[in-house]
């Protein structure tokens, strides 16, 4: 059973910067497309960010040139970096890793807060 688990979620004020990390336990990290996503209170599940098993990036447009996707497959871990990070960043940020192809996956993890408040 493969987990993903979250860490790096705190307060932080405007403009500050911090780094999400998402650890799989298991194999097949390298396999998995890996993601991004947040939640806000009241709000639906956005994705953010993914990166694919070949390291491409790709960004929703609200935080372009402000975070930074990337992924170590030796240590099977997915980051996130945020930068000039807004109060309206503010959410509960999950990892997903999932592939399309058999075998068929969708994993989460449970899930970091991120407040963004001076």
């Known amino acids: 059973q493969v987990q993903l688990v979250e860490s790096g979620g705190t307060l932080v004020q405007p403009g500050g910067s911090l780094r999400l990390s998402c650890a799989a336990s298991?194999?097949?990290?390298?396999?998995?497309?890996m993601a991004w996503y947040r939640q806000a209170p009241g709000q639906q599940r956005e994705l953010v960010a993914s990166i694919s098993t070949g390291g491409i990036p790709l960004y929703t447009d609200s935080v372009k040139d402000r975070f930074t996707i990337s992924r170590d497959n030796a240590e099977m871990t997915v980051y996130l970096q945020m930068n000039s990070l807004k109060p309206e960043d503010t959410a509960v940020y999950y990892c997903?890793?999932?592939?399309?192809?058999?075998?068929?996956?969708?994993?989460w993890g449970q899930g970091t807060l991120v407040t963004v408040s001076s």
């Open positions: 997903n890793g999932q592939r399309r192809l058999l075998p068929f996956l969708d994993l």
């Open positions: 298991g194999s097949i990290f390298s396999i998995l497309t």
